[in-house]
């Protein structure tokens, strides 16, 4: 599975880096996602698709 986040749609809200700081982290100027791990496995690839569901904006998708 793969990973893509939309820094344009992001509103900093900081839900999927809550969910999994593995995959996810804020910018520390303006609070948008990172991607850290864009291929995740195992419980990371599950939290991943826990954060898809939960941003409020809708800048996170998952894969495959
Ligand atoms: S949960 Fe969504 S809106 Fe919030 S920081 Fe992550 S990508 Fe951005």
Known sequence: MRVEVDQERCVGSGMCALTDPVVFDQDETDGTVLLLEPSPTG???????EAEHLCPAGAIRVVG
């Open 43 to 49: 419980a990371h690839a599950k939290a991943a698709r």
